[in-house]
């Protein structure tokens, strides 16, 4: 096997598919065993956030794949889900909903996840220590918005290579999706706005609307 022709990001999720699977798998082994309520939740909150990273990681190494923009989901529930287990996890993050947001919108539920997953990860990495990120589902003519926000730090400790930016403009695009940020009041935002799903028998519409959660 020649290496120098294996694509670096299968390279990445092939190594981090193991070691994440363990992870869940202890959490899980350990949510059975456990008598008190608490820890057992907490448990299972680290088994749908390893799931939720493979999800992410095969999604990222697949960025190329254009069958994976593909079909048609609602958002709502997805967002819902992923902002409760960052909580879970100790994440400070607040969720706001404005308008009709229960609509389909074109593209893959895998692929809208892992772009909220990334563009999270930025707000975190580039954010306020300790200030709380929010998350707001709005309505667009005929689609949906959802606004990434955090307080802009006072001095950033986090010296990335670009690299999360590039990622979230690829899943962006592989969604169809429109990718703007702007900052106002000490405040970064971040607005994916996704488009309509197209009619149901169009070209490109999946068979079913996908609200994965983990």
């Known amino acids: 096997m020649n290496l120098r022709r294996l694509d670096p990001a299968a390279l990445v ?7 994440l699977g363990l992870v869940a798998t202890a959490a899980q082994s350990m949510a059975d065993e ?15 956030a390893a799931e939720r990273m493979l999800r992410t990681a095969a ?12 079909g048609a989901f609602r958002p709502g529930p997805l967002v819902e889900d992923v902002v409760q287990m960052l909580r879970g996890l100790g994440v400070r993050i607040d969720l706001y909903v404005r308008g009709a947001v229960d609509v389909p919108v074109a593209g893959s539920a895998e692929r809208f996840e892992a772009l ?3 563009l999270v990860s930025n707000a975190l990495d580039h954010g306020e220590p300790g200030s709380t990120i929010t998350v707001t589902l709005g309505a ?13 730090a006072l001095r950033d400790t986090h010296r990335g290579s670009g690299l ?32 309509p799903a197209p009619p149901i028998g169009s070209e490109g519409y999946g068979d079913s609307l996908s609200t994965q959660s983990g």
Do not use: F, K
């Open 34 to 48: 456990v008598d008190d309520d608490e820890v057992r939740e907490r448990c299972r909150i680290i088994v749908r």
């Open 59 to 70: 999604t990222v190494a697949h960025l190329g794949s254009d069958a994976a923009g593909a």
């Open 116 to 118: 909220l997953h990334s």
């Open 140 to 152: 667009a003519p005929g689609g949906v918005t959802v606004d990434i926000a955090n307080d802009i």
């Open 13 to 19: 999720y092939h190594e981090l598919r193991a070691p």
């Open 164 to 195: 999360g930016l590039l990622i979230a403009s690829a899943l962006a695009r592989g969604l169809g999706a429109r990718l703007d940020s702007s900052e106002a009041d000490d405040r970064y935002v971040t607005r994916i706005t996704l488009q």
